[in-house]
């Protein structure tokens, strides 16, 4: 594969899109519990895909400043680009208050 870097951090930009933009909001609203467990099963599938992709090879893939396996970049690229796209929803949605 070219670019395998390119391929996980797609999917996961991808998978989130659509879990935030469109998925979430019909299903979860402003739900925190409904969300995380939707969210988790979201994490489910990008890591499947991954899996399927990668699962097996011996790529090192590079994250900046270390090497890491598909498994850890995968982990690692999913939490990083959920970070903005959950303060987002969380702001828009107000699903602070469902903490409470």
Do not use: C, Q
């Amino acid at each position: 594969m070219h670019n395998p870097e390119l391929i996980i951090i797609l999917l996961n930009i991808s998978i989130l899109s659509f879990s935030y933009f469109w998925f979430f909001p019909r299903i979860a609203g402003a739900n925190a519990i409904e969300l995380a467990k939707y969210d988790f099963i979201s994490f489910v599938v990008a890591l499947s895909i991954s899996a399927f992709l990668f699962y097996g090879s011996y790529i090192e893939f590079d994250a900046l400043f270390f090497t890491l396996d598909w498994f850890w970049f995968s982990v690692l690229s999913f939490f990083t680009f959920e970070i903005p796209f959950a303060l987002w929803y969380f702001n828009k949605h107000d699903v602070w208050d469902s903490l409470n």
